[in-house]
């Protein structure tokens, strides 16, 4: 009989396991085991990528889980049945949730209940029996194995014994051997494996050292002893067990009487519950479908009506009514409590969703591509991804959903936060015993980004001080290998899982770091792959900040409705051809103001390409350029194939959606909808590459077989590949277009609503509250700073043209005290700064800083006279307490505030200030530097020098190294082109400087207009305050 | 003017440069903190754009070429000895006030000779590596503000006048108290001191009141004493270790400038100098220098020393200097008075040294094993000079043979058939192995590839009976010890 391991840790042990469950399943195709068991510690975190790896190596993969008990032993269990596996999921969830994260401990008294369905080891030294042994010897060890045996039975308890090539370890399995022939219990052979290969020891190791917080060489003989525990195979074991046989051959009895594999969860999406007496799901869907159709189209007829048809039948046939209905209700809830809620993906090709009003592009009109949402193929769900407000409203719906289904029936899904560049070089740098400085110098060097290094990581390490080239070598190559190794479990930004019944029967669920919130052990690749259905409730700063800048439009009696606004306003697209986008969704960024005044939106559809073009995908794709030549007549329109005329035409014959990539699929390689559908997976998948590949070739011999050209072949499957680096599909354009069009709309025709909405929403966006400021004052805006007597908490328009800025923009008062203070207010107004003092309950720093800022200059004659009184309040002295305060406006004796001192403190209590641009004050002293508005008239060519406050550092993946640095200035925004060599000459200025002085060559090309910098220079002595800046995003 | 302030800036970055030759000239700063927290404490004039409280990252940034450097208590601690020492030849009632700031009490003396005094003791003291600023006026604080300001001495004559135009910071506020008088525009300490006092009571309390006062410059306060060092002696240990004699010369001209200052200070002149030269191979080279001359003069001693050094050499590389002066009037000696009678303990080091002296001092200690699986792996250390109590049983004894093991090891050559041991040729056993067991696997320090180690080990049977144990490690086959 073959030997089957029972006991393997994966790096989901987190710190505890030298492998990801990939690894292990390489391992142990390669090592020809008819099955592994994986045991990770309190969870089933990896069975379902062991799963799949499973799968694909030939081999079976058992569940598992090392449970630790509350006495910090650590009992193996399998899971040998479905109920095992629910009961198990329900144990582990019981003790997590009532534990802080990661801290969860199961109790001997729950074991004993729920045990049923699985199969215990006795463990190794953390087992209990072994733990028992080597403490407090056989008596103890006995005692600890008598408890198991009465949980488990002589059936379902093994007694496990593992040999590590250590000269030590047979005494105690003489002993655990004698033990199980007394008790009648069979012994199994494991090799407690924690690594897939000898040399993944490495990473175990380095882990150890990570969870003692030592280094390598103070760890000592907490270190591994030998590279042992890898995976082995039946030659391997057997020879260590020759004389042992049936600890052998009875792993392979265990495995055969286990039934359960990860894919027999038996889960069911939770059928909708409010469904009227006497209809069904799909009834009552049709009902309200047709009936939001007739509200969308006025008649249902033609194409809309045969797409509506196609579609419910698909629904029906494919049983996804109640998943609609439950993402209709939950829009409903949306709406109701006054939240936005937009649907974005490819729910958006859906005719269903538009009429149901999850989404709002009408995919009929735009003829989109239903298959890439649903098509009779799929064997997953649909995917519907909700926009909503972030914060609080966002929150709301999520606890709502709690609420509607359980605190055990819906939990969000899990992000695996993994080990990265930065953190991976942290780690193992730590535990090499590289000092701080070291790592925060190669931290500095290191950027994050999704760009390739332009400087080798080993150049890197010797610039950040590491000059131990001996140890390089090792230390770079226990960095590969622990690279993308699970560090800890995140949450997904918004997914969140439902079942019918409770959701902690198929899958473990646990306490996120967030009060409120519970995650599930897997990832959304996961869930998919198991056919876990996901809802995504995301939320967006943008959709906040239109819902808020709705609410004081209809407040003023301007009411906007974002779904009738026109489409087609010249205003908006001139703004846009202008690229003066500063705050407008997706069209902000400095891409895509480089971008826009080529590209000249001049329709709805304009936009939905100028969101989705400047994408590391048609960038990638080398789609870019070839558009917007062929969109300006510079270059004729051609197809890589005539057959792909109908698919191109709307984007000029370059492929700039993932639906044409798929359209293609169909068409030219004669791919079925389920087979676009794989297409469409493997484009999405971003763990490997392989399925992607696997998928190019079969496109590329399915089109070669059609008879598609070679050149034509090679330019669709580069498109191809290149989306799998990030591209959008059209509906998903088309939705964002719609918040990117709503906003430009805003800041047109409601500029102060729009720039309300979005400094009431802050952090969002590309840009800081000054550059904002700065941006609506070009546009003719007054900003009024925060004024106890007349601001509010939040910001707000008090005229057409002027805003006043709200107390929550000072830094450092307390959001209660805010509240309370501005209720006192509307009770009766403040007549003195002394009464504000007596009646409100702001401490002596809040004081200080609204005084500083000049919100109280109106009970006061200036600034300092206020501070000059604030101080006096509540003076924290036994000996001057109580002392009477003479009339601070006639007594103040401190002189006002100069303006530069007026705009530091804005700086240092606000981080703007209503006033002039810093640079402004520093003009002076840089004669020859030209503010940004006039390069526009500045010949292209020309050596400039410009200067200003850092408003954005960037560094695109798709742009070979290049940075792009944002300067500001009192006249608005100038944008530099950084070489990569001059980039890395001067990385520590650029990157953290908060001024620069450039100097270098002007560009103008079609109006886009860059310096490439040739020489660049901190601003670092003119004092000026310094400014947020959006680095590297 | 009664007291006087000795002030040297930036004094901990003084010490690190006064001790390191090599940093003459160059972009230096102090840091403090670790890590990503680190931050300039101090820089050097070299260091442009380089200031107190910048990140280091960004000081790097700004100057390339800057060296970094934590704060060297040793070097700080002799630096300071010559401070005081130099404060001591002013007046005997001396305060160590805070590092690099001594506070002298000049009352009954001379004003105008004192004066002059300070001026000398300022250009001294800068001679032996201190740049120091002297302030002399009626009150501990006045004088210290005046040292702050000085350039680089300053004799405050009206103590109003002076202090109006300082800044805030000379009087010390806590960083609230800094903050809020930042926001209300003071900046010195005569806008301060504009402000009614019992008005700043109201508003920053007592505390407030004392920085207003200190502002005025009323506060004033008794001095702590120190005594002057009268040891004349001054030592140096060298990490690295040196080869050549300019760092030693470097390192006697600190010394006697230091020792030089507190011979005057105790009004007394060497007689006779006595240097030591500890070398890496624990010899010592010691010469004693009869002076022709008692003298207190430091060209006159480095002449000794200069002329002497040229001629020697020594076996080993210099790992310390010691330098002692013998005053001229040496104090009165009671010996025996403060001897302990505990002689065993010192005669038991003094044969382990002598045993060290014989058989290397790395083979003597107490040996201790080291937290590794490498096997056999120990390091000796110094013997306890208390038995540690006996350990509890352990709860599962040692079972089966003892392994008496070879130090070192005997090579062996092994013969091998399906990757077991078969027979053993060694200068101790050679004979066929009847039966074996193994291999068992150990490794480690992997992470160093020069330390890197694994062993194989078997243990062995051989036809005469005998049971050996065998390891293979890199270096190929040996009988690491007998089982019996």
Redesign the interface.
């Given at each position: 009989m073959a030997y089957t391991e029972l006991h393997a840790r994966s790096a989901f042990s987190f710190l505890r396991g030298g492998s990801d469950p990939d690894a292990l399943g390489r391992a142990a195709g390669h090592c020809h085991l008819p099955a592994l068991a994986l045991c990770d510690r309190n969870g089933v975190y990896g069975a379902v990528r062991l799963h799949m790896a499973a799968k694909e190596h030939g081999f079976r993969a058992l569940v598992g889980c090392e449970l630790v008990m509350e006495d910090d032993t650590v009992v193996p269990v399998i899971v040998a049945t479905k109920d095992g596996y629910h009961g198990l999921c329900e144990l582990l969830t019981t003790a997590h949730l009532r534990s802080a994260k990661g801290e969860g401990r199961v109790r001997w008294s729950e074991l004993a209940v729920a045990n049923g369905g699985l199969i215990a080891l006795t463990g190794d030294e953390e087992g209990p029996v072994r733990h028992a042994w080597?403490?407090?010897?056989a008596n103890a060890a006995d005692a600890a194995g008598q408890k198991l045996m009465r949980i488990f039975g002589p059936d379902r308890l093994c007694v496990e014994l593992q040999r590590h090539?250590?000269?030590d370890e047979e005494?105690q399995n003489d002993f655990l051997i004698d033990w199980a022939r007394m008790n009648g219990l069979p012994l199994v052979a494991t090799n407690g494996v924690t690594h897939a290969t000898p040399r993944a020891?490495?990473v175990a190791?380095i882990f150890t050292c990570v969870r003692a917080h030592t280094t390598?060489d103070k760890a000592?003989?907490r270190?591994a002893?030998?590279?042992?525990r890898h995976v082995k195979g039946h030659a391997a074991m057997a020879a260590l067990f020759s004389d042992l046989p049936e600890a052998i051959t009875n792993t392979e009895r265990i495995a055969e009487r286990i039934a359960f594999t990860i894919d027999q969860l038996g889960y069911q999406f939770p059928d909708f519950d409010r469904v009227p007496h006497g209809q069904t799901q799909i009834e009552y869907l049709r009902r309200m479908t047709y009936f939001g159709a007739q509200q969308r189209y006025g008649s249902i007829v033609g194409d809309v009506e045969s797409q509506l048809q196609r579609e419910l039948a698909l629904i029906d046939k494919l049983g996804f009514s109640g998943y609609f209905l439950i993402v209709w209700d939950l829009c409903a809830f949306a709406r109701e409590s006054g939240i936005m809620v937009q649907g974005r993906g490819s729910a958006a090709n859906s005719a269903v969703c538009y009429a149901l009003g999850i989404t709002a592009v009408d995919p009929v009109g735009r003829k989109l591509l239903f298959e890439r949402f649903l098509s009779e193929g799929r064997t997953d769900w649909p995917d519907i991804d909700l926009d909503l407000p972030s914060g609080d409203d966002r929150e709301r719906v999520i606890q709502h959903v709690y609420e509607r289904y359980g605190r055990r029936g819906a939990a969000m899904t899990a992000n695996v936060i993994s080990l990265r560049g930065k953190s991976t070089m942290r780690e193992v740098g730590k535990?090499?015993g590289l000092p701080?400085?070291v790592?925060?110098?190669f931290?500095?060097l290191f950027h994050s980004g999704d760009y390739p290094q332009t400087v080798e990581t080993k150049q890197q390490l010797k610039a950040a001080g590491f000059t131990d080239d001996?140890?390089l070598?090792?230390?770079l190559d226990?960095c590969q290998q622990v690279y993308a190794l699970p560090r800890h479990l995140g949450q997904h930004s918004g997914g969140m899982v439902l079942s019918a019944g409770n959701l902690s029967r198929f899958v473990p669920l646990e306490n996120a770091s967030m009060p409120g919130r519970s995650v599930l052990q897997w990832d959304k690749t996961d869930c998919e792959d198991l056919g876990l259905v996901k809802i995504d409730l995301l939320g967006l700063g943008m959709v906040a900040a239109l819902q808020d800048a709705a609410k004081i439009c209809a407040a003023r009696k301007e009411p906007v409705d974002f779904a009738r606004i026109p489409t087609d306003d010249p205003a908006v697209f001139k703004m846009m051809q202008e690229a003066d986008t500063v705050g407008c969704f997706q069209i902000e960024s400095r891409a895509q103001m480089a971008t826009l005044p080529r590209m000249r939106p001049q329709t709805f559809y304009d936009v939905a390409i100028q969101v989705a073009i400047i994408r590391p995908g048609p960038i990638q794709g080398d789609a870019v350029n070839p558009y917007l030549e062929r969109r300006n007549g510079r270059q004729p329109v051609t197809y890589p194939d005539e057959r792909t005329r109908p698919i191109l035409e709307r984007t000029l014959g370059v492929v700039l959606f993932q639906e044409q990539i798929l359209r293609i699929a169909m068409d030219l390689g004669g791919f079925s909808a389920a087979e676009a559908d794989e297409l469409r997976r493997a484009i999405g998948f971003t763990r490997s590459d392989e399925r992607l590949n696997r998928m190019k070739d079969k496109l590329a011999v399915a089109m070669s077989r059609n008879g598609v050209s070679a050149e034509a072949s090679a330019y669709i499957l580069k498109s191809l590949a290149s989306f799998a680096l990030y591209g959008f599909p059209e509906s998903h354009a088309l939705s964002f277009a719609l918040i990117a069009y709503a906003s430009a709309w805003m800041k047109v025709h409601r500029p102060a609503a729009f720039y309300v909405g979005i400094i009431n929403n802050m952090p969002m966006g590309f840009y800081s509250v000054a550059s904002l400021i700065q941006d609506g004052k070009r546009h003719g805006l007054r900003f009024l700073p925060p004024c106890i007597e007349r601001s509010d908490e939040d910001s707000r328009v008090d005229s057409t043209d002027t805003i006043r800025l709200g107390l929550k923009t000072v830094r450092g008062l307390r959001q209660k005290t805010i509240r309370d203070a501005v209720a006192t207010r509307q009770k009766a107004p403040f007549h003195s700064l002394e009464d504000f003092l007596q009646r409100t309950r702001f401490n002596p720093t809040e004081r200080?800083a609204l005084?500083?800022i000049g919100a109280l200059n109106g009970l006061s004659a200036h600034r300092?006279a206020a501070?000059?009184r604030v101080?006096?309040q509540d003076?924290?002295?036994e000996?001057?307490r109580g002392?009477p305060?003479e009339n601070e406006m006639s007594l103040s004796?401190?002189?006002m505030?100069t303006h530069i001192?007026r705009l530091r403190?804005d700086y240092s209590s606000l981080g703007f200030t209503v006033g002039a641009h810093p640079m402004a004050l520093a003009r002076p002293y840089l004669p020859d530097a030209l503010p940004a508005e006039t390069l526009k008239t500045t010949r292209a060519g020309a050596r400039v020098k410009i200067a200003g406050s850092v408003a954005c550092r960037q560094r695109p993946g798709t742009a070979k190294g290049f940075v792009f640095v944002t300067l500001e200035d009192e006249t608005g925004t100038a944008n530099a082109i950084i070489r990569p060599q001059l980039f890395e000459r001067e990385r520590?200025?650029i990157n953290?400087?908060p001024a620069l002085v450039i100097t270098g060559r002007l560009q103008n090309e079609q109006g886009v207009i860059h310096v490439m910098a040739e020489e660049i220079a901190?601003l670092?002595?003119l004092g000026l305050p310094e400014q947020a800046s959006h680095n590297y995003h | 003017m009664n007291f006087a302030v000795l002030f040297a800036p930036d004094f901990a970055l003084q010490a690190v440069r006064r001790a390191d030759p090599e940093l003459r000239g160059k972009p230096v700063a102090l840091v403090l903190g670790e890590g990503r927290k680190a931050v300039v404490a101090q820089a050097s004039a070299e260091a442009r754009e380089v200031t107190p409280g910048l990140a280091v990252t960004l000081a790097f940034a700004r100057c390339p070429g800057l060296v970094v450097r934590p704060r060297d208590p040793g070097a700080e601690a002799e630096a300071t000895r010559l401070l005081l020492a130099a404060a001591f030849t002013l007046s005997p009632r001396v305060e160590h006030t805070d590092d690099g700031w001594c506070t002298i009490d000049l009352q009954g003396t001379d004003a105008a000779r004192s004066a002059d005094q300070l001026r000398a003791c300022v250009v001294e003291l800068a001679a032996a590596g201190v740049a120091v600023r002297a302030g002399a006026a009626a009150t501990p604080l006045l004088a210290y503000y005046a040292a702050q300001r000085a350039q680089p001495v300053c004799v405050v004559q009206d103590a109003k006048e002076f202090l109006q135009p300082l800044p805030l910071d000379v009087a010390e506020p806590t960083t609230t108290h800094a903050e809020i008088l930042r926001g209300w525009g003071i900046a010195t300490l005569g806008q301060l001191t504009a402000l009614p006092k019992d008005e700043i009571g109201k508003r920053l309390g007592t505390e407030g009141v004392r920085l207003w006062e200190r502002a005025a410059g009323e506060a004033t306060r008794v001095l702590r004493l120190v005594e002057a060092e009268k040891t004349f002696m001054a030592e140096w240990e060298y990490e690295p270790p040196i080869e050549s004699m300019e760092p030693l010369l470097f390192r006697l001209r600190r010394f006697a400038e230091c020792v030089a200052l507190e011979l005057r200070g105790a009004s007394v002149v060497a007689e006779r100098l006595s240097l030591a030269l500890r070398l890496e191979d624990d010899n010592e080279h010691r010469r004693d220098f009869r002076l022709p001359e008692p003298s207190a003069n430091v060209e006159a001693w480095m002449r000794v020393f200069h002329a002497h050094l040229e001629s020697v050499t020594t076996a080993a590389r210099v790992v310390g200097v010691r330098l002692v002066a013998l005053p001229a009037r040496p104090p009165e000696k009671q010996d025996g008075l403060f001897e302990t009678g505990l002689r065993d303990p010192a005669l038991f080091w003094e044969n382990l040294a002598r045993v060290g002296a014989i058989v290397g001092d790395d083979c003597v200690g107490t040996p201790v094993v080291l937290d590794t699986w490498r096997p056999d792996a120990i390091t000796l250390e110094k013997p306890a000079e208390t038995v540690p109590p006996p350990e509890d049983d352990p709860v599962h004894p040692p079972r089966g043979l003892t392994l008496r093991r070879l130090r070192p090891p005997w090579p062996a050559r092994v013969e091998c058939a399906a990757e077991r041991p078969t027979a053993i040729d060694s200068d101790l056993v050679c004979d066929t192995i009847r039966e074996c067991i193994g291999p068992f696997r150990l490794g480690g320090q992997w992470w160093k590839p020069q330390d890197a180690w694994c062993v194989e080990v078997w243990q062995a049977e051989t036809t005469s009976g005998a049971i050996y144990q065998l390891a293979r490690t890199r270096a190929g086959w040996c009988v690491e010890g007998v089982l019996d």
């Open positions: 080597l403490r407090r010897g090539l250590l000269l005494e020891r490495n190791d390598l000592g003989r270190l002893r030998n590279g042992e535990a090499f701080e400085d790592l925060d110098r931290s500095s001996a140890r070598e090792v230390l226990t200080r005084a500083l300092r501070l000059w101080e006096a003076v924290d002295d000996l001057f002392v305060i004796p401190l002189e505030m001192e403190a520590l200025v953290l400087e901190g670092p002595t | -």
